[in-house]
């Protein structure tokens, strides 16, 4: 592979952040010129390839990540909240496809409304 070095910023060193938690992935990445001669990010999204632990959760089931209710669907914000499912589940709660899904979003509310919030629930 060929880097384009920028005129400003030379490699233009980002750190990888992972798409589905958005921790640190480890990773350096050296995008160097890019479009407009921008400076590249100090962190930022550069693949769908999940870190490590994502990777882990997403053998034990289907990862649900907890976005915010209303969010941008392009970016939804992230709460930092993860749920790992079953496959079963995946399919009786969602109907989804676990041999083609491993992930989804999930706004709080629903969240609250599926899975039950304990605290607030009623006897």
Same mark, same amino acid.
């Given at each position: 592979? &060929?880097?384009?070095?920028?005129?400003?910023?030379?490699?233009?060193?980002?750190?990888?952040?992972?798409?589905?938690?958005?921790?640190?992935?480890?990773?350096?990445?050296?995008?160097?010129?890019?479009?407009?001669?921008?400076?590249?990010?100090?962190?930022?999204?550069?693949?769908?390839?999940? &870190?490590?632990?994502?990777?882990?959760?997403?053998?034990?089931?289907?990862?649900?990540?907890?976005?915010?209710?209303?969010? @941008?669907?392009?970016?939804?914000?992230?709460?930092?909240?993860?749920?790992?499912?079953?496959?079963? @589940?995946?399919?009786?709660?969602?109907?989804?496809?676990?041999?083609?899904?491993?992930?989804?979003?999930?706004?709080?509310?629903?969240?609250?409304?599926?899975?039950? @919030?304990?605290?607030?629930?009623?006897?």
């Amino acid at each position: 592979m &060929c880097i384009t070095i920028s005129e400003k910023h030379g490699l233009n060193p980002s750190i990888s952040l992972c798409f589905y938690c958005g921790k640190e992935k480890n990773e350096l990445v050296l995008p160097g010129r890019l479009k407009g001669d921008i400076e590249a990010p100090r962190k930022a999204v550069w693949s769908m390839e999940p &870190c490590d632990d994502c990777k882990k959760y997403m053998a034990e089931g289907v990862l649900l990540c907890v976005v915010r209710d209303h969010s @941008d669907p392009k970016c939804p914000y992230r709460t930092g909240r993860m749920l790992v499912i079953s496959d079963a @589940d995946a399919v009786r709660i969602f109907k989804m496809d676990p041999t083609k899904e491993r992930f989804a979003f999930i706004e709080e509310s629903t969240v609250s409304m599926v899975f039950c @919030d304990p605290v607030n629930a009623k006897a």
